[in-house]
């Protein structure tokens, strides 16, 4: 005999399956444990992105009890992993950890495949992460100055390395380049492992990397030689290495604000719920302090606040590039 629910039940259990049906009870409810989610670093492995995605994950599967399986969609500065999210389905558990600049439409990165505004819904931003110019061992300079000098007397000649078209570490270059008024030949790679190696190796002359452990203890044994910092203001870790704005550059003083995106499929319920998990990672004392500890700043902003920030970016680099901003296709 089948148990009978009083009236005030019943239009309970209809509400809730009815809530489960609209729009696919996995877009809807949150994961639980047994369940695993997917977390895309947009850049290879062996970078500070890496590092910091990794170290979320495993706080979010202590803090949720679900499996978080890390891996790595590099290319074109971030846009190939961004390309891939959103074509993401509403019901996948699929996360990306990325920089913002694949978002921002820069035509140096090339026409976009996806439309970042109505494709992608941004999450939670984690830290600003600031740029790091280094000479590498075939320069022997003392200073930006130096290198702006040489760049004036041998047009081409120098090589400035970043991890691509499109990303903050070209953007400071491009800066550089037009505020100084000298042509420095630019060499792109698919993202920070690789380029670091070859750096080491004096494969060309500079590089615009952004700060972690790995580049702040080549720094340190002399292997790498620190010119500039984009950031606020001089990082507690490298104190005696003048910003860009200091040296009289101020538009290329840039850092790279990173956050988790997913499809913009999700609701804005599920978003919300992801927003606050993550949100509760980076008010952790010793996950911000890891991140401090290499000179990245944890980025405290609600998801409304992480939107509006891409926002302006955004315009800011259409008036940048005189509207000339590429078009999804």
Known sequence: ?????????????????????AGGALAKLPATSGRSLRLTVAYPPGGTSDDTARELARRLEARMGLRVI?????GAGGAVAMEALSRARAEDA?????AITPLLQLPQAGPL??????DIAPVAAIMQTPVLVVATPALQVAGLADVIAIA????????WASSGHGTTGSLVLEQVRATAGVDITHVPYAGGGQQINDALAGQFELL??????RQLAYVREGRLRALAVGAPQRLAVLPEVPTLAELGFPSANLASLFGVFASARW??????????QIAAV???AEFRQRLLAVGNLPADMSRQDFARRIAVETKAVRSLYNGATTTPR
Do not use: I, Y
Not at 70 to 74: E, F, G, Q, R, S
Not at 113 to 118: A, I, L, T
Not at 152 to 159: D, E, N, V
């Open 1 to 21: 005999m089948r148990p009978v629910l009083a009236h005030g039940h019943r239009r309970q259990v209809l509400a809730g399956l009815l809530g489960l049906c």
């Open 70 to 74: 890390v891996d790595h969609k590099p």
């Open 94 to 98: 699929e996360l990306c950890f990325s």
């Open 113 to 118: 495949r996806f439309d970042p505004e109505r």
């Open 152 to 159: 004036r007397l041998k047009p081409g000649a120098l090589r």
């Open 208 to 213: 615009s990397t952004n700060v972690a452990a």
């Open 267 to 276: 609701g804005t319920e599920r978003l919300e719920h992801w927003h606050s």
């Open 282 to 284: 980076l008010r952790d």
